[in-house]
């Protein structure tokens, strides 16, 4: 069984900067790829970012617009989620996920393991 772990999410002003980890412990650990997904309050589970554990592959949301990065260190066991220039509507729960299937990184369903979320709180 994989445990996930994240951290360094809290409360940053818009335009602020926050990393977030996503500590992996348990049985051997290789997944085929690591997920970020949030939730807002009212609203569904979306889609973030995704990266290959090999790290030939990365995919992001659109919305992300180029201030995500999704980056690992397999050493650690660790995945991490850059986000720059926050925005209110980046509030949400940042949940990391841990895929064993090579298809469909974008999609909730295709994630076995999921940790029990960080809060991120942009003010404006």
């Known amino acids: 069984q994989v445990q996930l772990l994240e951290s360094g999410g809290g409360l940053v002003q818009a335009g602020g900067s926050l990393r977030l980890s996503c500590a992996a412990s348990g049985r051997t650990f290789r997944p085929y790829y690591m997920g970020w997904f949030r939730q807002a309050p009212g609203k569904e589970r979306e889609f973030v970012a995704a990266m290959s554990w ?19 260190n397999n050493a650690k066991n660790t995945v991490y989620l850059q986000i720059n220039s926050l925005k209110p509507e980046d509030t949400a729960a940042y949940y990391c996920a841990a895929s064993d299937e090579s298809f469909g990184p974008a999609l909730s369903s295709r994630y076995r393991s999921w940790g029990q979320g960080t809060q991120v709180t942009v003010s404006s």
């Open 54 to 72: 090999s790290g030939t592959n990365t995919y992001y949301a659109d919305f992300v617009k180029g201030r995500f990065a999704i980056s690992r």
